[in-house]
């Protein structure tokens, strides 16, 4: 079966500018972060900026929660590659400062300014300058005339009408550049909160789970919830929220795209087996330096790492290149095939060559440039040594099953 033919439909919404970067309707799913350094502080937030936009962060987010953040917003936005939105909680004065500065778009968290009049006052000067805003709904700080009528809970339905109320706010003043997110820390919460919200509205969706945590909890749980909406349509543009470096956040939500194939890959994707009793090298020694060594090379392959010649050529070959361990040396092969022998501390170097030569010139030109057959007799010769010396049946697998027959004669 062809992998790229399974794609999950995208549930059909409007869309709208945050700058550059068009989100919703059939803009590819975008990817956002947030720095984490004082937004006054212009040179140490641009230099985040820079970091977040070379790891694929296609939208940041930066507070604005005093005047000299807003001040720095000034200076920072004309010199951002990247579209800059304010993240404004609670003085709706700072959404009308973060305008002054420029920004490209608005977060407005409905818990946190509640006033009709200041809610008002914000979308009417977003209309009158062409900003979007994002309805940031957080479960963590809901309106507490909401938790209240909602039985002193947090509960979808609560978070939804959250949103809808603003939304009606924003309508009264003819304002309709608008994404909305329902975000809570508690993943099945925060899924049914965006299903029911994609019921009743078609503005673009940003996904998130809200304070996700630390790596790899925090992975685990933004990928459970980020992911589920994703495969059922749903979700515009996302973000990771980690407690880590924005980088992470970043690099997160690139590969989470990828992998669904809702983004063009721009990276390496790493693959390496989990070893076992075959591995001829420390798999996960190697397998991270070549993902480290490959970290910055911005190339659109998938690289595998494979601890045994016997078997690794063959799982990974449909990757554009790998490498696998044969006796003391290690045998690199594109699409499968064997192009190359090189001694084994000359494997990373060697594949990171590769990559780059199969990046410009393409795989067809990488397997002309050597005789394939010498490499293959080669990779044959320490298959066939290690087939040997390991026999069939390298795990022990056998052995164990007679063990445990043994127990119940
Ligand atoms: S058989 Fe070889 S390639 Fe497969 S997991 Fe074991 S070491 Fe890795």
């Given at each position: 079966m062809d992998a790229g033919a399974v794609t999950f439909p995208r549930r059909a919404t409007r869309q709208i500018h945050v700058g550059g970067v068009a989100v919703g309707g059939d803009a590819p799913i975008s990817v956002q972060s947030m720095t984490?350094?004082?937004?006054?502080?212009v040179e140490g937030t641009l230099q985040q900026i820079y970091a977040l936009a070379a790891a694929g962060c296609d939208i940041v987010r930066c507070t604005c929660n005093e005047v000299e953040a807003a001040e720095g917003l000034a200076r920072i936005v004309p010199r951002s590659p990247i579209p800059i939105v304010a993240d404004i909680h609670h003085q709706y004065r700072m959404a009308l400062a973060a305008l002054d500065a420029g920004v490209h778009g608005l977060r407005l968290n409905p818990g946190n300014i509640r006033k009709p009049e200041h809610i008002k006052a914000v979308a009417t000067a977003a209309r009158d300058r062409g900003v979007p805003i994002r309805i940031g709904v957080n479960g963590g700080s809901l309106d507490p005339a909401l938790y209240e009528r909602h039985g002193g809970r947090v509960t979808p339905e609560a978070m939804v009408e959250s949103a809808m109320q603003e939304l009606a706010y924003f309508d009264e003043v003819g304002f309709d550049a608008v994404k909305i997110s329902v975000k809570a820390s508690n993943v099945p919460l925060m899924i049914e909160a965006y299903r029911q919200l994609s019921e009743v509205t078609d503005h673009p969706l940003h996904l998130g789970v809200t304070e996700?945590?630390?790596?790899p909890e925090g992975l685990i749980k933004a990928t459970a919830g980020i992911a589920t909406l994703l495969a059922e349509g749903i979700g515009d543009t996302i973000r990771y929220s980690l407690t880590a470096d924005p980088v992470e956040e970043a690099r997160a939500g690139r590969a989470l795209l990828e992998s669904f194939g809702l983004r063009e890959r721009t990276n390496v994707d790493l693959i390496a087996c989990p070893s076992c009793?075959?591995?001829?090298?420390?798999v996960i020694a190697v397998a991270s330096e070549a993902r480290d060594a490959l970290a910055?090379?911005?190339?659109?392959l998938q690289v595998a790492v494979m601890g045994c010649v016997v078997n690794g050529p063959g799982e990974a070959r449909d990757a554009d290149l790998g490498i696998a361990a044969g006796r003391r040396r290690g045998h690199l092969f594109v699409k499968g095939q064997n192009v190359a022998v090189v001694p084994e501390d000359e494997m990373v170097p060697t594949l990171v060559e590769w990559a780059r030569f199969i990046a410009e010139h393409g795989t067809d030109a990488a397997l002309a440039r050597v005789d394939t057959e010498v490499a293959r007799r080669e990779a044959e010769k320490d298959r066939a040594e290690l087939l040997e010396i390991q026999g069939e049946d390298a795990n022990d697998s056998e052995q164990r099953v007679e063990l445990i027959s043994q127990r119940f004669d």
């Open positions: 984490t350094t004082k937004t006054a502080d996700a945590g630390p790596l009793g075959r591995a001829e090298i420390d910055d090379e911005q190339l659109p």
